[in-house]
């Protein structure tokens, strides 16, 4: 299946291209090929594309910057979404999408699955539920997906860095690093999600998904297996999200359940500790 992937270059772009270009014809589009809050450009980019599938991993998603520029967050993560959505649903082609664990509040304290309540507490999350319903709005073929606590390779552009770049440069450059153990996620890693897309995007059980590793992990447990495969020797110490300074609210508990992917069996994830480990053993 001819596969546009649109944000090739980002952390899970640069993934899903390696992944998907095993098995399918795979056009690459950065942002200097597409500007997905203009729906004329998407329109002649996808149209001339003569693309089967389009997975869109673009987003505005540096949080305090959408949140100064909630504008932009909004003509990105939901105007945009909608006119992939319109533009795919013209072109009869399926659209995969990918949204955020942040459209969920954290009060639930366990793990979210795809029938709970959204809440989101900030611009970026607001913009990308905004996305997803316009998606959900406008057209019928879709899979949105919603992850969370990607690495990878590639790191994340609208991020500069990813978790892992971030603690070996603390690990560096600080004379102790002090990581918070009052906020829990799932470390995701791109590479699963691409494969996970992948099986996913074969079937036609269009919907909503969430897609993470198994398990939970506060970020001080996920610097301490960062600190010990890569033999980081800067002390690690714990931390609350109260000792710094919150410029922009966000979930404490932000761990997704894949019970829509269990339902048809196609939930791939490995536990997270295991696909961590086993990545930074890698480098
Ligand atoms: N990173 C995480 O931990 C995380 C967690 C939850 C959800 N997500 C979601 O996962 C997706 C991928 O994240 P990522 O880490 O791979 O991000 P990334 O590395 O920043 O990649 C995003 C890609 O989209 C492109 N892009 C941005 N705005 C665009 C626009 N208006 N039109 C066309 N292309 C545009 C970027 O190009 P430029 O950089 O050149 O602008 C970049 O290639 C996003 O939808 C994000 O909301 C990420």
Redesign the pocket.
Request: proline content about 0%; aromatic content about 6%; some cysteine.
């Given at each position: 299946m001819k596969t546009a992937i649109?944000?090739a270059?980002?952390?899970?772009?640069s993934a899903i291209s390696d992944y998907f270009s095993q098995n399918h014809g795979v056009i690459k589009l950065?942002?200097e090929d597409?500007?997905?809050?203009d729906i004329d450009n998407v329109r002649d980019v996808l149209k001339s594309s003569g693309a089967e599938l389009v997975i869109s991993?673009?987003?505005?998603?540096n949080v305090p910057k959408c949140e100064e520029n909630p504008a932009v967050a909004y003509s990105?993560n939901a105007v945009?979404s909608l006119n992939l959505a319109r533009i795919t649903h013209e072109l009869d082609i399926p659209l995969l999408h990918?949204s955020?664990?942040y459209v969920f509040d954290g009060s639930k304290l366990s793990p979210y699955h795809e029938d709970d309540e959204t809440h989101p507490l900030n611009v970026y999350a607001e913009s990308?539920l905004s996305g997803e319903n316009l998606i959900r709005n406008y057209c019928q073929r879709y899979f949105i997906i919603r992850?969370?606590?990607?690495y990878g390779r590639t790191v994340?552009?609208?991020k500069g860095g990813n978790f892992i770049t971030t603690m070996m440069k603390a690990a560096r450059e600080k004379p102790e690093v002090r990581v918070v153990t009052d906020e829990i996620l799932t470390p995701t890693p791109v590479t699963e999600i691409a494969m996970n897309s992948f099986y996913l995007a074969e079937t036609d059980a269009y919907g909503l998904y969430h897609m993470t590793s198994q398990g939970e992990c506060s970020w001080y447990e996920f610097a301490e297996v960062i600190f010990d495969e890569l033999g980081l020797s800067t002390p690690l110490k714990e931390a609350l999200t109260d000792d710094f300074p919150q410029t922009v609210n966000r979930p404490t508990y932000s761990v997704l359940e894949n019970r829509n992917l269990k339902s048809i069996a196609r939930d791939k994830m490995s536990p997270w500790k295991t696909s961590l480990q086993t990545y930074l053993r890698s480098f």
């Open positions: 649109i944000g270059n980002g952390q899970l772009g950065t942002h597409i500007e997905i809050s991993t673009a987003a505005y998603h990105v945009g990918y955020t664990d990308k992850v969370s606590g990607l994340c552009r609208a």
